[in-house]
C-alpha cells in the first residue's frame, strides 16, 4: 500500500509567494502515526526522507508553474542530514525555499521541523536539492505506447 494507507495523514501544502506571486517556500503537514516506526519511538529515516523529497518536488513545481513555465522537473540530487530522530506518533512540518536558479536548474534547500513538549521547535533534518526542469517535448518518461 501506499504511505498514507500505511501511517502517514493527508498532507496540508502552504506556498509563500513574493510581491510578484512567485513561490519562494512551501510548509507541507505531515501527521505520522506508528506504523511508520523504524527505531523504536522513532519515524523511519526513509520515510522521513520521502516527505522532504515530496515538499521538494511540490515546491520546485509549482515555484516554475508561477514563472509561468511547465513545471514539469525531476530530482536530480537529494541530500538529507538527520541531525536528530522525529518521534512518533506526532506532526512533521517539511520547509523548502529556493536557493538559486541556473537555466534548467533549479537548487533548493529545506528542513522538517517538530515541536517539543515544551513547545520549542526542532529542526531533525537538513537538506537540499538539485531538480532540472525537462525540455519542451520531452519524451523520456512517457509510455512507449505514448511514443508512438
Same mark, same amino acid.
Given at each position: 500500500?501506499?504511505?498514507?494507507?500505511?501511517?502517514l495523514?493527508?498532507?496540508?501544502?502552504y506556498?509563500e509567494?513574493?510581491t510578484?506571486?512567485?513561490i519562494?517556500?512551501?510548509?507541507?503537514?505531515?501527521?505520522?502515526?506508528?506504523?511508520?516506526e523504524g527505531?523504536?519511538g522513532?519515524?523511519h529515516g526513509?520515510?522521513v /526522507?520521502?516527505?522532504?523529497?515530496? /515538499?521538494?518536488?511540490?515546491?520546485?513545481?509549482?515555484?516554475l508553474?508561477?514563472?509561468?513555465?511547465?513545471?514539469?522537473?525531476?530530482?536530480?540530487?537529494l541530500?538529507?542530514?538527520y541531525?536528530?530522530?522525529?518521534?512518533?506518533p506526532? /506532526?512533521?512540518?517539511?520547509?523548502?525555499?529556493?536557493?538559486r536558479?541556473e537555466?534548467?536548474k533549479i537548487?533548493s534547500r529545506?528542513?522538517?521541523?517538530?515541536?517539543?513538549a515544551d513547545?520549542?521547535?526542532v529542526?531533525p533534518i537538513?537538506?537540499?536539492?538539485?531538480?532540472?526542469?525537462?525540455k519542451?517535448g520531452?519524451?523520456g518518461? /512517457?509510455?512507449k505506447?505514448?511514443?508512438?
Amino acid at each position: 500500500g501506499t504511505l498514507q494507507s500505511q501511517g502517514l495523514g493527508e498532507a496540508v501544502y502552504y506556498f509563500e509567494v513574493d510581491t510578484q506571486a512567485v513561490i519562494q517556500k512551501v510548509f507541507v503537514y505531515w501527521e505520522v502515526s506508528k506504523k511508520l516506526e523504524g527505531p523504536p519511538g522513532y519515524c523511519h529515516g526513509g520515510c522521513v /526522507a520521502a516527505l522532504i523529497d515530496d /515538499a521538494f518536488g511540490a515546491f520546485t513545481n509549482l515555484h516554475l508553474r508561477s514563472l509561468g513555465r511547465s513545471g514539469e522537473a525531476v530530482t536530480a540530487y537529494l541530500h538529507v542530514d538527520y541531525k536528530a530522530p522525529t518521534p512518533i506518533p506526532g /506532526a512533521v512540518v517539511c520547509v523548502v525555499s529556493l536557493d538559486r536558479a541556473e537555466g534548467r536548474k533549479i537548487f533548493s534547500r529545506g528542513h522538517t521541523l517538530i515541536q517539543n513538549a515544551d513547545g520549542s521547535f526542532v529542526k531533525p533534518i537538513e537538506a537540499n536539492a538539485l531538480f532540472i526542469e525537462l525540455k519542451a517535448g520531452f519524451k523520456g518518461m /512517457a509510455n512507449k505506447d505514448e511514443q508512438k
